[in-house]
């Protein structure tokens, strides 16, 4: 069974703020770390894929790090807009292609 | 390019009722998976297809869960009788074959599954 934990489990921001919130994982068997982007009803949005230990990674204003070492990543929203208000989903690949996922950090942005 | 399209978008059946669900991929993608996720957890992987073949069945919850991709293109996921349990959103997802490289995994909507 393959522990995949998202915290915090839910946030809300004021606009216009930065926040950032934590997946950990299991640091063995490690191959590649998958952030999403995931509004109810529509399909979960690719962010990022992450492979190398010390891995950073930017769309715009998110961005994301990645420790295999210790196993976790963060993601982080700089400048929070309501748009971004959504559920970030965290996914562990250990190869074999499955997907591990985390339960997910829902934001919501108050304007 | 068409993402990963799935039907229906919702579906209402009774308990001990057949549903079918479809997943057309993106055109291209020798990768289909489906996942599900139950109210209230994380999405969790079912089975991977490469092309027409089950690479991975492992978390496929019984058998009355019976997934096919004849031809390599689309797939079916049929729940047959479905049970109370069955209820959640079922995501279909694709992605180019890898040797070693990234696999970005694009997803579908989801189908959300009732079972009364």
């Known amino acids: 069974i393959l522990n995949v934990e998202q915290s915090p489990q839910s946030l809300h921001v004021q606009e216009g703020d930065s926040t950032n919130f934590t997946c950990s994982f299991p640091s063995s068997n490690f191959y590649a770390l998958h952030w999403y982007r995931w509004e109810t009803a529509k399909s979960p949005e690719a962010l990022f894929v992450m492979t190398l230990n010390g891995d950073e990674k930017k769309k715009g204003r998110i ?5 295999t070492k210790e196993g976790y990543s963060y993601l982080y929203i700089k400048g929070s807009q309501p748009e971004d208000s959504a ?7 250990a190869g074999g292609n499955r997907l591990a996922f985390g339960k997910g950090n829902q934001v919501v942005v108050i304007p | 390019e068409a993402g990963v399209t799935q ?22 993608h020798d990768n289909l998976y489906w996942y599900r ?8 992987f079912l089975l991977h297809f490469v092309k027409e073949s089950k690479q991975d069945e492992s978390g496929m919850p019984n058998n009355r869960f019976l997934a096919e991709r004849t031809g390599g293109t689309y797939s079916t996921l049929k729940v047959q009788p479905a049970e109370l349990e069955d209820s959640g959103v079922y995501f279909c997802a694709s992605s180019r074959a890898t040797a070693g490289g990234q696999n970005i995994q694009y997803f579908g909507a989801g189908t959300r599954l009732s079972v009364l």
């Open chain 2, 7 to 28: 039907f229906p978008s919702h579906s209402v059946i009774e308990k001990g009722q057949t549903v079918t669900l479809r997943c057309d991929p993106i055109s291209g």
């Open chain 2, 37 to 44: 996720r139950v109210m209230g957890k994380e999405i969790k």
């Open chain 1, 87 to 93: 559920t970030y989903l965290c996914a562990f690949e």
């Open chain 1, 63 to 67: 961005s994301a790090t990645l420790n």
